[in-house]
């Protein structure tokens, strides 16, 4: 087994990281509150494509090997971790599997689960990678087998699935002193009381609102980037803009799903300026919406558009530093109250009707990623939240849900809906 060194990471890392052979005591201290809250909430993330080219047990594991070496902060997270160094084979033997299939039909969707069995045993690390191989060769479509990522979601971003599917580094490098710093301390003041003050009222809502228990549905769509781009400039809205309106109005069905008056979400993007955001180790910003119902599909589409180019005419920045805020408390309050940080609390949604997420597009390159085709899947789990993640590649986009029962029925509307604005198609 060739092993790739992750000896920069290391280097480039805070203190308390660790070094080779030297084991850290506590892991989770190394985390975020940010990344802390994500781990006891056991949100995932996962990514998946189909391969042109087939694996075997030692194959999946040079590949996770190599994975490892570009994205290095997969080496933390779990007791006995020694950050930065190459995973040892043993590990590396737990954490792959390979399994014969006679069919991809239903696939990818077959395979998306929550995930939760990461968070079993504390030794091992927070990813999964599982590949499944068609047992006759490839199908009519080339397609040999299937990799599955399944990642805690404290460890993994839509940044990181995007770089490591170009077989870029995905390595963080957290420099905590350097981002405080670069808040204003007024700012800082302002959302550490924001923080404190919203965490207890966040703490009693959980455990009074919170579903008692979060079955969810998987389930994935592919459509061409160039069908999503015409419909776009026909209605003169942004492509994020039109994925967007296509799932909340499909799902909200007339009304009668969510609300009647205001679909409430949040949607993320990516910080473009880090220093401005206060986390040391993830990009992703949320940002409240909250969209008009409409009847009509147009005119919904060009109210969600105009709605996000308001909201981002505005300070972004500010509410992602209150729920940064808002997990220091928690965090801290646990420590004390740790018997009200039930799984139930960490259910609670907020009462969003639905999270939206446009990662980076998803380009498939390099030595990493050899032999993966399009289209590209990623999405994410958080129990009682419906989700939906969409992730551009160079010729489609996908749209991934992770969503409450009660909504499956209404994903396939979103290829109705779009089929009435392209009749042509």
Known sequence: MKNF?????????????????????????????????????????????????????????????????LAPQLTHGFKGATPGAPLPEHLLEAITSVEEVDSFDAYPDASLSPA???FDDEKMPLFRVRAFVRRDGPDEQGRS?????????????????AMLTRSHSAARAPGASELAASVPWRQRLTVGLAGALSAPLHLLMGQIMAPKTAQMHFS???????????????????????????VLYALNKGGTG????????????????????????????VIDASFAVESDLETFIKAVDAEINAIEAKDTAHMQ?????????HRFLSRFLPFLYTQRFFRF????????????????AGRLTHGLTEPVYCGSYHPGTNLCTFVPGREYVTFNFSIRPQHAGEVKDVETLLAALDPGA
């Open 5 to 69: 060194s992750a000896a920069a990471y290391v280097g480039a890392t805070s203190e308390g990281l660790g070094h080779h052979g030297a084991p850290v005591s506590d892991p989770l201290a190394l985390f975020t509150d940010f990344q802390w809250f994500l781990y006891r909430a056991r949100n995932t993330v996962y990514f998946t494509s189909f391969s042109d080219q087939s694996f075997d047990k030692e194959r999946l594991m040079s590949m996770v090997a190599m994975m490892v070496s």
């Open 116 to 118: 939760l069995e990461l």
């Open 145 to 161: 087998s299937m990799i599955l990522v399944q990642s805690a979601h404290a460890m993994m971003e839509g940044a990181d699935s």
């Open 220 to 246: 994935t769509l592919v459509f061409p980037r160039a069908r999503m781009r015409r419909v776009a400039d026909k209605l003169g809205v942004a492509q994020r803009s039109l994925m967007f309106a296509l």
């Open 258 to 285: 969510f609300s009647d008056k205001k679909i409430r979400t949040a949607y993320t993007t990516l910080d473009d300026d880090r220093t401005r955001k206060g986390d040391d180790y993830f990009r992703v910003r």
């Open 321 to 329: 530093l209150v729920i940064n805020a808002i997990f220091t408390t």
């Open 349 to 364: 949604n907020n009462d969003y009707h639905a999270v939206l997420t446009l990662v980076p597009p998803h380009r498939i």
